[in-house]
């Protein structure tokens, strides 16, 4: 139990486009996930906690209108990353928990993005 | 704002050797304190969780300890295998239930 997905696991694109990172619980229902990204030999730095329904709370220098969070659901929170530059190229894992006061945080498998 | 640190970055060691990994962390007010192994390129594998009320805990060949006031956390491996090569992560859980990770400390088991 406790699974969470994440959809593309790797995804190429051209600078200047967008990209739409999916993150789904899907075994349980999941009033909060994390978004965090992690560059190349680095540790998982927070981006932003989505709660559903409600606005996403970013961490401080992440750029809420180019890292644009979405969590319409108890089952899916999405990371859109707009005119994705190479800077921005990273893995996103995103987490999720089960529900309020809960200790466990449940990890999706990443996403792999290569800005070219 | 909470750090954390994660020594050594790099360790490589012999199959068999018992070993530890050290975490420590600045700001001692935290709920729990979590290991995660992380394989090259995939997501986090939890695999211990100590509440702040906890000293240690247990999971087959490995024990975690925690000593809060001091700042501290211990990962001990028992007879490491080959198959325990990963990064390891600490991450701590503050008032919020966001983590604080650690740099991670990159393992690697000679067979």
């Known amino acids: 139990g406790a699974v969470v997905s994440q959809h593309p696991s790797r995804v190429i694109c051209k600078s200047g486009t967008s990209v739409k990172i999916e993150c789904r619980s899907l075994d349980f229902q999941a009033t909060t996930m994390f978004w965090y990204r992690q560059f190349p030999k680095q540790s998982l730095m927070l981006m932003a906690t989505s709660n559903e329904g409600s606005k996403a709370t970013y961490e401080q220098g992440v750029e809420k209108d180019k890292f644009l969070i979405n969590h319409a659901s108890l089952t899916l929170s999405t990371l859109t990353v707009t005119s994705a530059h190479p800077e921005d190229s990273s893995f996103y894992i995103c987490?999720?928990?089960?529900?309020?006061?809960?200790?466990?945080?449940?990890f999706g498998p990443g996403t792999r993005l290569t800005v070219l | 704002k909470q750090e954390v640190t994660q020594i050594p970055a790099a360790l490589s060691v012999p199959e068999g050797e018992n070993l530890v990994l050290n975490c420590s962390f600045t700001d001692s007010a935290i709920y729990n304190l979590q290991w995660f192994r992380q394989d090259p390129g995939k997501g986090l594998t939890s695999l211990l969780l100590i509440q702040s009320s906890q000293r240690e805990q247990t999971s087959g060949r490995l024990n975690a300890s925690l000593d809060k006031s001091s700042g501290r956390s211990t990962l001990y491996i028992a007879a490491s295998q080959p198959g325990d090569s990963a990064t390891y992560l600490c991450a701590v859980r503050g008032p919020g239930r966001a983590l604080t990770f650690g740099s991670g400390t990159r393992l690697q088991v000679q067979p």
């Open positions: 987490s999720a928990s089960l529900g309020q006061g809960a200790d466990t945080q449940y």
